[in-house]
């Protein structure tokens, strides 16, 4: 019943936050500073696959200097972020509804500080590694929009995800640093900030497991 409710009136919804969102996000390709209202020397950090916008409204409020955009393709999942921001009057975090796929039409080359990939789908029952956010055609997507040594912060809760993960992110020449098998019981979980499906899986008693990619290009 809840999953119906929150599938009503979608368009509605959205219009009701439309500052938060571009109709044809496209058109910001290479100029995103200065559509969302920010000055050309601010950063911006990506998370892809926001889900319902925990992470990405808590980091942007803890960091207000920097331009945050979460981009998400299912579009009741997004809206339930893109009222959350709304509610909390964050200005400096804005919304993509689309999917990964389509990442170099909507960045321009070296425009992107920081990307962050939160426990994203593993496709390992189905067996589909190239769906993985991941897989090597994905990499190379993300290297062309990070700027140079740029990082991807990769967190997820799937081992045979996490080894994947690994040996592409390796194999695409990628810097990996902060690496660890349980973050919750490690140096880096001070700063950890917390996802919707982290929690659920830490109440579980899944150890999370999380790595820093720098970009191989310098
Ligand atoms: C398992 S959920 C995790 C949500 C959130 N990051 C979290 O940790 O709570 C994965 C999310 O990624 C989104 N997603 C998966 N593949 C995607 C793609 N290719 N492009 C955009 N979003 C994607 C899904 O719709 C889903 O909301």
């Not at 599938?7 to 009701?16: D, F, G, L, S, V």
């Not at 994905?138 to 929009?145: G, I, Q, S, W």
């Not at 098998?181 to 996802?195: K, P, Q």
Request: hydrophobic share 35%; with cysteine; charged share 30%.
């Amino acid at each position: 019943m809840a999953r119906q409710r929150s599938k009503k009136h979608i368009p509605e919804r959205m219009e009701i936050c439309h500052e938060r969102w571009f109709d044809a996000p496209m058109l910001n390709k290479g100029n995103w500073r200065q559509a969302c209202g920010f000055p050309e020397e601010c950063e911006i950090y990506l998370e892809i696959g926001c889900g319902k916008g925990k992470f990405c409204t808590e980091t942007a409020t803890a960091n207000p200097n920097v331009l945050y955009i979460a981009l998400e393709r299912d579009s009741s999942v997004i809206l339930s972020a893109i009222e959350k921001a709304h509610a909390l009057e964050i200005p400096n975090l804005f919304f993509i509804n689309a999917d990964a796929q389509l990442l170099e039409n909507l960045f321009d080359d070296g425009e992107v500080d920081r990307i962050y990939i939160n426990f994203c789908d593993p496709w390992t029952r189905r067996r589909k590694p190239k769906r993985r956010l991941t897989y090597k055609d994905f990499l190379n997507k993300y290297e062309m929009l990070l700027k140079p040594a740029g990082q991807i912060r990769f967190k997820t809760d799937n081992d045979e995800l996490f080894d994947f993960s690994l040996e592409e992110f390796s194999e695409c020449g990628w810097d990996l640093s902060e690496q660890t098998r349980d973050l919750h019981n490690s140096e880096w979980d001070g700063a950890n900030v917390r996802t919707e499906f982290e929690q659920k899986f830490a109440d579980q008693g899944i150890t999370i497991k999380r790595v820093v990619a720098a970009s191989p290009r310098k």
